[in-house]
């Protein structure tokens, strides 16, 4: 039986044998459509469940509502007076496996310090100076199975909702003459739908999937400068969800606001870059950042 992460608000104590919860880095405090319900999620589940199981990936938190956090499933197991063991998984079947492709994702994010990465020479990843080049590389990797997609980070506002929306251009980037539409219309079914490869997935589309080939199109709110990443989150959309807040936090406390924003820009990107099985294909607004991901290629 599946149930969604708010559904535990008013369940009785060890009323379940078992749950288990996938994506717990997603876990929110509230609950409900207002985020109005409930106390906190984690607790719910932990106090629902004789058993609970949390498969967490902390750099997978892309919102900063995300609150599911190894030191907030040990808080409230304590209170709880629940015994709980940590377990690490080693390694994974993503990204064809390749270790040494996620090490290297951490290592230029700055998100991990893992430079002793093994390399990854089984993993197609390639950098695109034309996102018209990318674009075509993806449609042609689609003809194969249709698992191929092109995704991009949340710099580019929704200009309209709908179905019909292929006369809507929310994604353009003029100096290449390259405009494309955001999936609005069909994120229900952006992972098999064959016209999907003709528009763009965003964090919240494709978080959980996997395709064989993925084209991430970097914006502006991630860039390279004086030897480091930078993130921006006033480069992001406006119709951006994940960052809600973050500008009247800014105005009260700018380091902690940053620090929130530049985690979350890094685990969207390094999610985004690790949802293709068998290869990334990239462009990068910023040219700095182009140049600093090939310089790493190439050692």
Not at 158 to 179: A, L, M, S
Not at 188 to 196: E, H, K, L, Q, V
Not at 207 to 220: S, T
Request: with cysteine; aromatic share 12%; proline share 2%.
């Amino acid at each position: 039986m599946f149930k969604g992460s708010g559904s535990y608000i008013n369940t009785p104590k060890n009323y379940f044998d078992t749950i288990i919860v996938d994506e717990a880095h997603r876990l929110n405090e509230k609950s409900g459509l207002f985020s109005n319900l409930g106390e906190n999620q984690v607790k719910e589940i932990i106090y629902s469940s004789k058993f609970s199981i949390f498969f967490i990936d902390e750099c997978q938190r892309i919102s900063i509502k995300d609150i599911g956090s190894v030191a907030e499933i040990e808080k409230y197991s304590n209170k709880n007076h629940a015994i709980y063991e940590k377990m690490e998984l080693s390694s994974q079947f993503r990204c064809n496996g390749s270790d040494g492709y996620l090490s290297w994702i951490d290592n230029i994010l700055e998100i991990k310090n893992t430079a002793n990465y093994d390399g990854f020479d089984d993993y197609d990843f390639k950098i695109f100076d034309n996102p018209n080049e990318l674009r075509n590389a993806i449609i042609k990797k689609n003809e194969v199975s249709n698992k191929s997609r092109i995704l991009a980070g949340y710099c580019w506002n929704w200009i309209k909702d709908g179905k019909n929306r292929e006369d809507v251009f929310d994604i353009e980037i003029p100096e290449f003459d390259f405009c494309m539409s955001w999936n609005l219309g069909n994120t229900g079914t952006y992972a098999i739908d064959p016209n999907s490869v003709n528009q763009v997935g965003c964090i919240h589309t494709s978080q959980g999937l996997e395709f064989d080939y993925v084209g991430v199109i970097i914006g502006e709110d991630l860039s390279y400068s004086n030897e480091k990443i930078k993130t921006d989150f006033m480069k992001r959309a406006n119709t951006d969800q994940s960052l809600k807040g973050i500008k009247g936090l800014n105005k009260k406390d700018p380091d902690k606001a940053k620090a929130i924003a530049d985690e979350i820009i890094k685990n969207t990107y390094r999610t985004l870059l690790t949802r293709g099985q068998k290869g990334c294909y990239i462009y990068c607004v910023d040219k700095e950042l182009e140049k600093y991901l090939r310089s790493k290629l190439q050692k």
